[in-house]
């Protein structure tokens, strides 16, 4: 239903999905997807509440099955490659995985525990990426939801992945902290990465190149 591949773009692919389809219920979300991601871009999926864009996300990274369709992460089947996949992949979902009972600096931590990979950057000069100053020794429960999504989204500093998906990575943010992530993915996709996102808002695509899949509610 939705098709936008990059025609003149001679970057290296880094995901290519095929054919996709995804029915949860009664209902189809979409059907005969297709979308080929190369290095250097930012991919948004739009659509209204309910879409199936979290979905299609979620299906990007392995988590929710297809009903129909591939997706191959450098070549390889992701059901092949699915540990190497997930090392190459920083996925940050709809909610934050901020632990609530953990400070900022103890959440940084905690991720860099699971990512198996020390905090190369001091956590406070990392903290500071996302104007958390001050804040770094409160449980994050204290904090508000912008500033819990800041802890969150610190780990785009953290991460060697070259692809990023991330879903509605700007709600609860303001206008700074918005400016701050559209700088850092500039500075994500320079380097040869990649990432795709859903957002409600317009994404400002005058640092990076932009791509664009539209799904529909479809009853
Ligand atoms: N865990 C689930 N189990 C069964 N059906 C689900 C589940 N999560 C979502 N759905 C169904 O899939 C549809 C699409 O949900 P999805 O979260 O992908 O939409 P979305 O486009 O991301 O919406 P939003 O903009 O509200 O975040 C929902 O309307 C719901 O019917």
Known sequence: MATATPETSVSSILLAATALSSIRGERTLFADLSMTVRAGEVWQIEGPNGAGKSSLLRILTGLLPAQAGTVHFQGESITQCRDEYHQ?????????????????IENLEFYAAVQGQPLVEPPYELLA??????????PAQGLS????R?????????????????????????VAGIALLEARFAEHVGQGGAIILTSHQPVNAEKFPLQRIALRYQH
């Open 129 to 138: 990426n996302v104007g958390l100053v001050g804040l770094e020794d409160i």
């Open 88 to 104: 190459s992949l920083l996925f940050i979902g709809h909610k934050s995985g901020v632990k609530p009972e953990l400070t900022a």
């Open 145 to 148: 939801a912008g500033q819990q």
């Open 150 to 174: 800041r802890i969150a989204l610190a780990r785009l500093w953290l991460t060697q992945a070259p692809l990023w998906i991330l879903d509605e990575p700007f709600t609860a943010l303001d």
